[in-house]
């Protein structure tokens, strides 16, 4: 490693360090992820499909909820917005994010549709199967109202608000022009994980983070080589307003679109690929806590890449820890 990289990544572990000092509000949808765990030894006589026997079963914090976990691990503060049913998998979800009322003031519980959850059936650390139980339309206006008074009354506490869109509902075209508002009033730095359908919402915003098949989508473009998907990202950057743009390409890294037109791509730190389920929450989470304090754009992706890279190296939805990615940083 030669002395220049040994300076920089020093001056990553400094950033790491601060992260207790960040304060990010995570707003989106809540899954839950279930995930049942077994092993196949046969095919089923009624159906050419595997019989999974059952050996054990986990359920982990998932979408916007998966985000706040990640903050959390990575040593930052966290608050989170969104919405549970009022059943089962909402109480586990409720139970799994523990703290006292204050730190799940900003949840409403919606009697009328069911929690997100995703269960996926895993066999020899292969995904067999997944079902959802969802209702992905838009949440009522009532409870979009009870969402933007809680950011409202937490944007004075936080430094950063992630945006996390699965699509479940709770991402709405009003609720995301009033955030944007509000945010920007008091100069709180909006990032966004998002879903191509919603592309139209994110006006304005800090930062968006779309893998390179929602950026080719939402540009018009097969965004596959380097040239292609940064066509795709200044489209992007230019058509929404927003400051930047970080493309996720999988086993070929980022790519990051910066204010003043520069573009790099930062190569992939994944030594191995188990499973990328939550890889863009940790990616999200750790951009968030990065920028809150006070890192360069690039910077921040860089830190995000090293994360994934650790995350994608376990099964299931997993998150690292700031002793990770500090020991991967002085390792790289």
């Not at 601060?18 to 765990?37: C, E, K």
């Not at 950063?160 to 920007?184: I, Q």
């Not at 790099?264 to 809150?292: C, E, K, N, S, Y």
């Not at 090293?306 to 991967?328: E, H, P, S």
Request: positive net charge; hydrophobic residues 40%.
């Amino acid at each position: 490693m030669n002395s220049k990289l040994k300076i920089h990544n020093s001056t990553l572990i400094g950033h790491v360090r601060r992260f207790p000092q960040a304060s990010v509000l995570v707003l989106g949808d809540l899954i839950q992820d279930h995930y049942i765990w077994g092993k196949v030894s046969r095919i089923s006589p009624e159906a050419p499909v595997p019989v999974v026997h059952v050996q054990s079963e986990s359920r982990q914090l998932g979408g916007a909820a998966n985000v706040y976990h990640n903050i959390l691990t990575l040593g930052g503060k966290a608050d989170l917005c969104g919405v549970v049913g009022s059943d089962e998998e909402g109480r586990r979800l409720l139970a799994q994010l523990g703290g006292g009322h204050t730190s799940r003031s900003g949840i409403v519980v919606d009697p009328d549709r069911p929690t997100t959850c995703k269960t996926r059936v895993v066999a020899h650390h292969q995904q067999i199967v997944r079902f959802d139980i969802e209702r992905a339309g838009e949440i009522k206006e009532a409870i979009q109202r009870r969402l933007i008074r809680h950011v409202e009354s937490r944007l004075r506490h936080i430094s950063c608000l992630v945006v996390s869109d699965y699509a479940k509902g709770v991402v709405t075209a009003p609720l995301m022009a009033e955030v944007t508002r509000l945010a920007a009033l008091r100069r709180i730095p909006i990032i966004v994980d998002p879903k191509v359908e919603h592309f139209s919402y994110y006006k304005g915003v800090t930062l968006i983070t779309p893998n390179h098949l929602e950026a080719g989508r939402a540009a018009g473009i097969q965004a596959e080589d380097d040239r292609s998907v940064t066509e795709a990202g200044e489209v992007i950057r230019q058509r929404l307003g927003c400051r930047s743009v970080l493309i996720t390409r999988g086993e070929k890294g980022m790519s990051l679109f910066e204010p003043d037109g520069a573009t790099w791509h930062i190569p992939t730190m994944a030594r191995q690929v188990f499973d990328v389920t939550g890889a863009g929450d940790t990616v999200i989470g750790t951009l968030a806590l990065a920028l809150a304090t006070g890192a360069s754009l690039r910077d921040s992706a860089i830190l995000a890449n090293q994360t994934a890279g650790i995350v994608v190296g376990m099964v299931g939805t997993a998150t690292a820890t700031a002793a990770q990615l500090t020991k991967a940083l002085r390792h790289g």
